[in-house]
T-cell receptor, first 114, second 113 residues
Framework: GQQLNQSPQSMFIQEGEDVSMNCTSS?????WLWYKQDPGEGPVLLIA?????ELTSNGRLTAQFGITRKDSFLNISASIPSDVGIYFC??????????????FGKGTLLTVNP | EADIYQTPRYLVIGTGKKITLECSQT?????MYWYQQDPGMELHLIHY???????EKGDLSSESTVSRIRTEHFPLTLESARPSHTSQYLC????????????FGPGTRLLVL
């Protein structure tokens, strides 16, 4: 099946720093979704991207749908302690038969040092 | 914010017991999913449904079963719980159309003793 490579696997940063993480795939997607998950909770949707080249912001978060449709990145500016958590990317393939299932990255664990 | 609910949030149970994890959504979504996730690890799809009376097994083999008798309800059942079933179970539902978005419930943390 399809796989998403999400990097980095983990990050340890100082409060106030900017953060960038990305996901790449060997095949194209028509949707990219970014989630944040706190311990013991379900993933919460941060940003949804539906068009190649699309750049979308949500507060201090910015995500882009790569023009090749095989990658996406998420940036967090001026990080704060509550940004701590695991960030997942997910892609939706346009292929028939896989239309109903998302492919998830393995997550990026973000730690913010106050 | 997504209206998708899971109960119980936490469950501690003995080996051999039958359990049902509840999931419901009030958004009228046809597509629903169950994922299994160990702490800090990746999400594994174990079941999904396209709509009422439709269920499919996911990418990760699971001894659990699901049913979809009503659009809003997608319960997961373990007939005989074992310690190897200890995990977090996440339910999700997805919008339909060109711009599909998937929302997750808060999860059920299961501990089988």
């Amino acid at each position: 099946g399809q796989q998403l490579n999400q990097s980095p696997q983990s990050m340890f940063i100082q409060e106030g720093e900017d953060v960038s993480m990305n996901c790449t795939s060997s095949s194209i997607f028509n949707t990219w979704l970014w989630y944040k998950q706190d311990p013991g909770e379900g993933p919460v949707l941060l940003i949804a991207l539906y068009k190649a080249g699309e750049l979308t912001s949500n507060g201090r978060l910015t995500a882009q749908f790569g023009i090749t449709r095989k990658d996406s990145f998420l940036n967090i500016s001026a990080s704060i302690p509550s940004d701590v958590g695991i960030y997942f990317c997910a892609g939706q393939s346009p292929k028939m038969g896989s239309n109903y299932k998302l492919t998830f990255g393995k997550g990026t664990l973000l730690t913010v040092n106050p | 914010e997504a209206d998708i609910y899971q109960t119980p949030r936490y469950l501690v149970i003995g080996t051999g017991k039958k359990i049902t994890l509840e999931c419901s959504q009030t958004m009228g979504h046809d597509k629903m999913y169950w994922y299994q996730q160990d702490p800090g690890m990746e999400l594994h799809l174990i079941h999904y449904s396209y709509g009422v009376n439709s269920t499919e097994k996911g990418d990760l083999s699971s001894e659990s079963t699901v049913s979809r008798i009503r659009t809003e309800h997608f319960p997961l059942t373990l007939e005989s719980a074992r310690p190897s079933h200890t995990s977090q179970y996440l339910c999700a539902s997805k919008t339909s159309g060109e711009q599909e978005t998937q929302y997750f419930g808060p999860g059920t943390r299961l501990l089988v003793l």
